[in-house]
T-cell receptor, first 114, second 114 residues
């Protein structure tokens, strides 16, 4: 299995809602990532988990809360988002966090905040 | 500091003609470099990577790239474009000492005309 899966594919939420994005991989990778991608822009790194511990937080607002329950799963909990948070949220995984390890990306969750 | 610059935001070629997508990097260290492709409404797929082995790197779907340290370049080429190559292409750099923190170029949109 060489896939990274993300659910849901699409999500529409209001500014007062609480929702979660889910990412899963079964490749035995020990590093997992969340990226945010606005339209016609490159992905921007949000969080990095290495061996289920948060190792990088790129100054992301606290309304985004990551969680890594185990080595195969990565969640992104959303609360009190703003319309400007609407974007494609991409999850990725890699064997480790060495610069030699390429990242495998999921198809993304397209989030719309009303 | 390190960064990556994709010199063309949009490249248009005819089917069957060569493709050249340009990428220059700046890094104080020996970098790892990647090319990823993103088809509309999809995640990112790795085309090829350079991690200080052979300077001419062959990737999937007939793409290749050459690492030229003297020119700080890592241009992506393909001898003959196919309609299915139409997509967004990202050049990515990772500092070797960093925590697999990928920095993306702004992207190049490739259009292939029949």
């Amino acid at each position: 299995d060489t896939e990274v899966t993300q659910t849901p594919k699409h999500l529409v939420m209001g500014m007062t809602n609480k929702k979660s994005l889910k990412c899963e991989q079964h490749m035995g990778h020990r590093a997992m990532y969340w990226y945010k991608q606005k339209a016609k822009k490159p992905p921007e790194l949000m969080f990095v988990y290495s061996y289920e511990k948060l190792s990088i937080n790129e100054s992301v607002p606290s309304r985004f809360s990551p969680e890594c329950p185990n080595s195969s799963l990565l969640n992104l909990h959303l609360h009190a988002l703003q319309p400007e948070d609407s974007a494609l949220y991409l999850c990725a995984s890699s064997q480790g966090t060495s610069a030699y390890n390429e990242q495998f990306f999921g198809p993304g969750t397209r989030l719309t905040v009303l | 500091a390190q960064s990556v610059t994709q010199l063309d935001s949009h490249v248009s070629v005819s089917e069957g003609t060569p493709v050249l997508l340009r990428c220059n990097y700046s890094s104080s260290y020996s970098p790892s470099l990647f090319w990823y492709v993103q088809h509309p409404n999809k995640g990112l797929q790795l085309l090829l990577k350079y991690t200080s082995a052979a300077t001419l790197v062959k990737g999937i779907n007939g793409f290749e790239a050459e690492f030229k340290k003297s020119e700080t370049s890592f241009h992506l080429t393909k001898p003959s474009a196919h309609m299915s190559d139409a997509a967004e292409y990202f050049c990515v750099v990772i500092l070797k000492y960093n925590n697999n923190d990928m920095r993306f170029g702004a992207g190049t949109r490739l259009t292939v005309k029949p």
